[in-house]
């Protein structure tokens, strides 16, 4: 597959100072991710818990996630919006900022037992995460064709760090919190704050130039100076890319969200268990590097399908193999691999199907339109393994698997090949 030419470059920069720009963007941008994936893990590895003891009701604990994601779907589009006003640093900055007052909002609702502020506070602290969705986007805004889908998989590959370490920083942090006089299990939240304030700082104070704009000011001047806009608007494109994104998401959660159920009711320890889960997020971000050059180098379709291949694989290992928490695990972490190809590749295909004006608006729309499968896949997951059990649901999300396949021919389109570099 041949993709789009890479938008003009201003020229009161030379192509090596807009790459030393773009280099730095994207260590700044994985700096936050890592800080941000520090802040969410922390978050969110005592949230059920959190639920649970404020509610008084187990069969509520889940509802501390579904309010976290429902809160990042409602805060994508705005926070893109922003984004495309004032600039990738402001909306990111911003997003970590609500995160912050809901964090303070989650530890009142723990000290005055209240169960709806609570999942207020859980909304708000979506925003963080819809900040932490939009980095991967920001690596786009500056990179040529030829390296984008590689920048933006680095980036996705900075949550590695934060996403392990933050869950096993939980027991520190509630030791702190007793110590300055916290609620229970809120202490953790104190490492929340600190590295959502750290990353804060860092957006604001390093990521300038801002991506966005100097992007947009290079499109603006190549406007004024007449010449042509060569970055075309394929909505058909875009529209493939979105459902790409979604589906793979769609898939992933629904599975990975009833595994740790499923391996329980079979007689899996929670140390088995929890390894399941590190491994399939290991397969999540580990290697997506690897599926972002391989997006650069034989095109963002053809490794959308590649993760769909991963993506079957998975399910039908899932499927048949049910039985063993072995088979399980090797499943979850194909799960995650052929995640990570989708959403890679079809984040870049995304960026490029898209001209400057249309480009944050779909972006915004694609996080919605991803948090928002998840949420519905993850709560459907439900009703569906009490139906049909551990196998049949990996089977029948499979439709999903199934449905991209058949739609890629509307991600393609040709227009001039992509400039390798050298």
Known sequence: MTSAPSPPRDASLDAGELARVQRRTVWVLSGGQILGGLAFGATLSLGAVLAAEISGDEAFSGLAAAGVTLGTAALAVPLAGLARRRGRRLSLASGMAIALVGVAVVVLAAATASFPVLLGGFALIGAGQAANLQTRFAAADLATDATRARDLSIVVWATTIGAVLGPNLTGPGEALGQAVGMPPLTGPYLITVVAQVLGILLYILALRP?????????????????????K?????????AIFAVAAAHGVMVSVMAMTPVHLLHHGAS???????????????????????????RVGRVPTILIGQVLLAAALLTASFGQDSSAVVTVALVLLGLGWSASTVAGSALLTEASSEDQRTRRQGRSDLIMSLVGAIGAILAGLVLSWIGYGGLALLVGVLVIATAVLAPFGRHRTVPVARSS
């Not at 801002?210 to 060569?230: H, K």
Request: a positive charge; hydrophobic letters at 60%.
């Open 210 to 230: 801002d991506p966005l704009l100097l992007a947009q000011r290079a499109v603006a001047s190549a406007r004024a100076a007449g010449a042509a806009i060569a």
């Open 270 to 296: 929670l140390s088995i268990i929890g390894l399941t889960i590190s491994l399939h997020i290991a397969g999540m971000y580990a290697l997506s590097p690897l599926f972002g050059i391989l997006a650069d």
């Open 232 to 240: 075309p608007d394929v909505p058909r494109v875009a529209r493939y």
